[in-house]
């Protein structure tokens, strides 16, 4: 099976600005987390999203988004960047909760 | 609410040498626990999981980690160390919501691990 895909695996934008990310599942897989990973914070928990419907959520502004589609493929959105915003951002897949499968992550620069 | 402790940041060993990570949690019931791998600009492994049953459980490239919940401790051993070892490791619990499992992990800081030739 393949794995947790994501693109674009680099980005840089402009504070302001707002960016889309994208996951592809692991087939089968149902659930879909997204993290955050910066150097100061760690890993940290934005949400998930379990047939559609976003099931948790972390501790983030509003300005961080996201949505799942019916083929289980999930975007996150991040509006208004700001220069905090910088990280890495994983997609991570299982199909119902439990395991967490990791793609290669989405290095987003803001300046 | 969760929490994860890894109380070692940073851990050297020889090649050959045996390894224990250190890994605490808070939980209000019996968690889910896992222990990822991260190699430099790379995603998260999984390297293994504990639900239930038996306490020692075996993972992928030869790791192995201990729940014992007097100790609110999952710590994860490896008896001989190799040098494509160096990485940097994450313990993570995950909600036990009545046996089902969501997908929200908390991670611990994560312990970076060297490995000497």
């Known amino acids: 099976k393949a794995g947790v895909t994501q693109t674009p695996r680099y980005l840089i934008k402009t504070r302001g600005q707002q960016v889309t990310l994208s996951c592809s599942p692991i087939s089968g897989h149902r659930s879909v987390s997204w993290y955050q990973q910066t150097p100061g914070q760690g890993l940290q928990f934005l949400f998930e999203?379990?047939?559609?419907?976003?099931?948790n959520k972390g501790n983030f502004p509003g300005r961080f988004s996201g949505r799942q589609f019916s083929n289980s493929r999930s975007e996150m959105n991040v509006s208004t960047l700001e220069l905090g915003d910088s990280a890495l951002y994983l997609c991570?897949?299982?199909?119902?909760?439990?395991?967490?499968?990791f793609g290669p992550g989405t290095r987003l620069t803001v300046t | 609410a969760q929490s994860v402790t890894q109380p070692d940041i940073h851990i050297t060993v020889s090649e050959g040498a045996s390894l224990e990570l250190r890994c605490n949690y808070s939980?209000?019931?019996?968690?889910?626990l896992f222990w990822y791998v991260q190699s430099p600009g790379q995603g998260l492994q999984l390297l293994l999981k504990y639900f239930s049953g038996d306490t020692l459980v075996q993972g992928i490239k030869g790791f192995e980690a201990e729940f014992k919940r007097s100790q609110s401790s999952f710590n994860l051993r490896k008896p001989s160390v190799h040098w494509s070892d160096a990485a940097e490791y994450f313990c993570?619990?995950?909600?036990?919501?009545?046996?089902?499992?969501?997908?929200?992990?908390?991670f611990g800081q994560g312990t970076i691990l060297t490995v000497h030739p």
């Open positions: 991570a897949s299982s199909l119902s909760g439990g395991a967490q499968y």
């Open positions: 993570a619990v995950g909600e036990n919501a009545g046996g089902t499992s969501y997908g929200k992990l908390t």
């Open positions: 939980y209000g019931a019996t968690p889910y």
């Open positions: 999203y379990f047939s559609e419907t976003q099931r």
